[in-house]
C-alpha cells in the first residue's frame, strides 16, 4: 500500500497521456529523463535512470501530450489485409483479389503478377493472413536450416508469431530444451535479403547469446554487411507493422 498518496510505477508499466498510450523504462545508462516514440508497437516511451525516478518521468510524459499526439499521428495509418490491395512478399509484388474458393497463391507470369486469392467475405483477411504466414514459415525455415548447418548447429524449432517489439527471437539450446528461434510473419513483407539477415541474426545467436563482436562476425560470415538491412527495418517497420491491422 502507498501510505503516501503518490502514486508507485515499475518499469515496464503503461499509463496514458492524455489518452495516449506511453510505456515506462528504466535505463540506469539514461543521465535524464527523457522521452521517444517506438514507431514499431506505436506508442510513446518515458525512460527514467532510476525507478524512483519514474514518477518524474509519467509526469513529463503527461506534459508533453501534444507532442506524443503529433508524432503518433505522423505513423502510417493502419492497413487492413482486403481484395485490391498490393503487399511485397520477400520482395515480389502480390495482389489480393477476391475469388471463389480457398485461399491460394497463384505464381507471376510474363504479364501478370502474383496473386493471392481468396473468398471475399468476412474472413478474407484471415485467409490471406494464414497464407501469408505459412509462405513465411516454409521460407524462413529453409533459410534458418541453411544458416544453422553453416553453424555446424542442429536445426532449432521455427515458431511463426504476430510480434511488435522483435522480427525475431532466438532460445540457444541448453536446460529447458533443444534450440528455438521465433518469427514475425512480417518479415514476408520486407525484401528476401532483409528477411534473410534476420535470419542470419537469430541464428548466430544459437552460438552467441549476446551481441558482442564474435556475434556480428558470425552475422557478417553469414549474411553480409548487416548496416543496410537495419536501417531498411529502422525505417519501414512502422509500415510493416501497420500492415494487417485496422
Same mark, same amino acid.
Given at each position: 500500500?502507498? %501510505?503516501?498518496?503518490?502514486?508507485?510505477?515499475?518499469?515496464?508499466?503503461?499509463?496514458? $497521456?492524455?489518452?495516449?498510450?506511453?510505456?515506462?523504462?528504466? &535505463?540506469?545508462?539514461?543521465?535524464?529523463?527523457?522521452? @521517444?516514440?517506438?514507431?514499431?508497437? @506505436?506508442?510513446?516511451?518515458? *525512460?527514467?535512470?532510476?525507478?524512483?525516478?519514474?514518477?518524474?518521468? *509519467?509526469?513529463?510524459?503527461? /506534459?508533453?501530450?501534444?507532442?506524443?499526439?503529433?508524432?503518433?499521428?505522423?505513423?502510417?495509418?493502419?492497413?487492413? %489485409?482486403?481484395?485490391?490491395? /498490393?503487399?511485397?512478399?520477400?520482395?515480389?509484388? *502480390?495482389?489480393? *483479389?477476391?475469388?471463389?474458393?480457398?485461399?491460394?497463391?497463384?505464381?507471376?507470369?510474363?504479364?501478370?503478377? $502474383?496473386?493471392?486469392?481468396?473468398?471475399?467475405?468476412?474472413?478474407?483477411?484471415?485467409?490471406?493472413?494464414? %497464407? +501469408?504466414?505459412?509462405? !513465411?514459415?516454409?521460407?524462413?525455415? /529453409?533459410?534458418?536450416?541453411?544458416?544453422?548447418?553453416?553453424?555446424?548447429?542442429?536445426?532449432?524449432?521455427? !515458431? +511463426?508469431?504476430?510480434?511488435?517489439?522483435?522480427?525475431?527471437?532466438?532460445?540457444?539450446?541448453?536446460?529447458?530444451?533443444?534450440?528455438? +528461434?521465433?518469427?514475425?510473419?512480417? %518479415?514476408?513483407?520486407?525484401?528476401?535479403?532483409? !528477411?534473410?539477415?534476420?535470419?542470419?541474426?537469430?541464428? $548466430?545467436?544459437?552460438?552467441?547469446? &549476446?551481441?558482442?563482436?564474435?556475434?556480428?562476425?558470425?552475422?557478417?560470415?553469414? &549474411?553480409?554487411?548487416?548496416?543496410?538491412?537495419? @536501417?531498411?527495418?529502422?525505417? /519501414?517497420?512502422?509500415?510493416?507493422?501497420? +500492415?494487417?491491422?485496422?
Amino acid at each position: 500500500m502507498n %501510505l503516501f498518496g503518490r502514486p508507485s510505477f515499475s518499469h515496464g508499466d503503461r499509463i496514458e $497521456a492524455d489518452g495516449h498510450p506511453v510505456r515506462l523504462s528504466v &535505463n540506469a545508462r539514461a543521465r535524464r529523463i527523457s522521452l @521517444r516514440v517506438d514507431r514499431v508497437r @506505436r506508442e510513446a516511451i518515458a *525512460v527514467a535512470p532510476s525507478a524512483r525516478r519514474l514518477n518524474e518521468a *509519467v509526469a513529463f510524459a503527461r /506534459e508533453r501530450a501534444d507532442w506524443i499526439a503529433s508524432q503518433l499521428a505522423d505513423l502510417p495509418a493502419t492497413t487492413p %489485409l482486403r481484395p485490391g490491395m /498490393e503487399i511485397s512478399l520477400f520482395g515480389q509484388t *502480390v495482389q489480393l *483479389v477476391a475469388a471463389p474458393g480457398r485461399a491460394r497463391l497463384i505464381p507471376a507470369s510474363d504479364d501478370a503478377h $502474383a496473386v493471392i486469392a481468396a473468398a471475399d467475405d468476412a474472413a478474407f483477411a484471415d485467409r490471406v493472413l494464414r %497464407l +501469408i504466414k505459412a509462405q !513465411a514459415r516454409g521460407w524462413l525455415t /529453409e533459410r534458418t536450416v541453411a544458416h544453422s548447418r553453416a553453424l555446424d548447429q542442429p536445426p532449432p524449432k521455427i !515458431a +511463426i508469431a504476430d510480434a511488435r517489439g522483435r522480427w525475431g527471437s532466438c532460445r540457444p539450446a541448453g536446460p529447458r530444451g533443444p534450440a528455438s +528461434i521465433r518469427y514475425s510473419w512480417r %518479415l514476408a513483407l520486407a525484401p528476401a535479403d532483409v !528477411a534473410d539477415y534476420v535470419a542470419a541474426h537469430e541464428c $548466430a545467436h544459437l552460438v552467441e547469446a &549476446n551481441h558482442g563482436p564474435r556475434f556480428w562476425a558470425l552475422v557478417r560470415e553469414l &549474411n553480409g554487411d548487416p548496416t543496410p538491412h537495419r @536501417r531498411w527495418l529502422k525505417r /519501414e517497420g512502422a509500415r510493416l507493422q501497420a +500492415i494487417g491491422r485496422g
